[in-house]
């Protein structure tokens, strides 16, 4: 069973025809007639499209599961994805889950107990505090930390509950600010400290692990390119890292598996400080990322057929030896957002969808013309995936690709991609990840009022 929508339903869709095995979808009422629902061999209905009324009910999901007879379920990303909820119920009803087992979601989906864990294996991380109550305990810290900081959720990720404090009178506003979207995105307050470093670079490492205590990385990306830290564009490899860091960082990335004894796929994030050359952990993301093919574009390896295999009881199809990356590799993530206004979502009726169909490009979508892309979920329509020789061919590659790419009926992130890919400071690798907010936004809104 998929219990998910949109492209990584296709994708996982995909990857199970191509093993030989039969798909059960479920879906809201609004997808029931999506590209997945179509490609899929069963579809059941699991409520309306109201994610909290479907996608994201465990009992729902569960007695689907159970009703058509589901061996395993896939929860791709998002939703229930990272909510040990899902795998103990699975657990009880002898479904199997793909993905890693509940106490390593729950472990390290509390970014404090998360953090502690990194300190004792020897693993930097960012300067900060353990959870503050209010803001009157935070003062004494700052003087240890230092400004600007960062306030962040415990239970969270997506910038949820994040604020950057620049100056101790920002904290009044922002405290109760980050607490109130904490606990509205999570159900769960609890906020911590952590030093904000402005000329810094967002890079993860893959890993994948199996039962039998094998776990290999796949390299890193730099997913510095965001947007209310939302990620736009990434890539595979990062242009900013040394081979010693590389080193270093993927070390530290299996450390942390070994640690937990993780089971599947999983990415451990890191942030790269620019000046120092140092870098710090930041978080673990317990399940498959958006922008997992820019790593299989450089490794050759099917991610989704591996989390499958792995969760079978099969042993990984490879050890860290035998792992090549090679080339270069860059995801665009094409959202029915509106640049021009602020990237207001712009859901609606697709009229017109042509994809590129060139050399060295891949995407993965669920669109197709007469596809209407429902108001209720994320905006996300595609990803355009190029792969070069050298970064300079992939990004040639990825600007022709977006030249080519032609939607109609709504507005997208297309003309925006094509301006990032366009830019000299993306072109020579000199970017952070505030970049884009605080340098190109202006540049793309003056180029649109010329």
Request: with cysteine; charged share 25%; hydrophobic share 40%.
């Amino acid at each position: 069973m998929v219990a998910n929508r949109g492209e990584i339903a296709v994708r996982i869709i995909r990857a199970c025809h191509e093993l030989g095995i039969k798909t059960i979808l479920a879906a809201s009422e609004a997808d029931r007639e999506s590209m997945a629902a179509l490609m899929a061999d069963r579809v059941v209905c699991i409520g309306p499209p109201k994610a909290t009324e479907s996608y994201l009910k465990v009992g729902t999901i569960i007695m689907a599961a159970v009703g058509t007879g589901a061996e395993a379920i896939h929860p791709g990303y998002g939703f229930l994805s990272e909510k040990p909820e899902l795998p103990e119920a699975c657990s009880r009803y002898g479904i199997i889950f793909i993905g890693p087992k509940a106490e390593q979601i729950r472990q390290m989906g509390d970014k404090i107990s998360a953090r502690q864990m990194a300190k004792k294996l020897g693993i930097p991380v960012i300067p900060g505090s353990e959870l503050v109550q209010n803001v009157d305990e935070i003062f004494p810290l700052t003087e240890k930390i230092g400004y600007p900081l960062l306030l962040k959720a415990a239970a969270g990720g997506g910038g949820k509950g994040m604020k950057i404090a620049k100056r101790p009178e920002d904290l009044k506003i922002l405290f109760p600010e980050a607490q109130a979207e904490a606990r509205a995105a999570f159900g769960d307050g609890r906020l911590y400290l952590e030093k904000f470093i402005p000329n810094a670079r967002h890079v993860e490492i893959q890993i994948i692990g199996d039962r039998y205590g094998n776990i290999v990385h796949l390299g890193e990306r730099d997913c510095s390119i965001q947007r209310r830290y939302q990620k736009m564009l990434e890539e595979a490899p990062s242009p900013v890292v040394s081979p010693e860091v590389r080193n270093r960082m993927s070390e530290a990335a299996i450390k942390i598996g070994q640690a937990i004894q993780y089971e599947n796929a999983g990415t451990v994030e890191f942030i790269l400080d620019q000046d120092s050359g140092q870098f710090y952990f930041l978080e673990m993301n317990t399940r498959i990322q958006v922008e997992h093919p820019v790593t299989e574009m450089t490794t050759g390896m099917d991610l989704v057929k591996e989390q499958i295999r792995v969760a079978a009881g099969l042993p990984l199809s490879l050890s860290q030896s035998e792992v090549r990356i090679s080339g270069h590799a860059i995801e665009c993530r094409i959202n029915a957002e509106s640049p021009r206004e602020g990237f207001r979502p712009f859901p609606g009726r697709i009229t017109d969808w042509r994809m590129p169909n060139e050399l060295g490009i891949r995407v993965d979508t669920h669109c197709y013309p007469g596809y209407l892309v429902p108001p209720y979920y994320d905006s996300l329509l595609a990803k355009v995936i190029s792969f070069g020789q050298d970064r300079q061919e992939a990004i040639e590659r990825t600007q022709s690709a977006l030249e080519k790419f032609l939607v109609s009926g709504l507005e997208t992130t297309i003309p925006f991609h094509r301006f990032i890919v366009k830019n000299n400071d993306f072109r020579k690798g000199k970017i952070h990840t505030r970049w884009l907010e605080e340098t190109l936004l202006e540049e793309y809104e003056q180029h649109e009022r010329n």
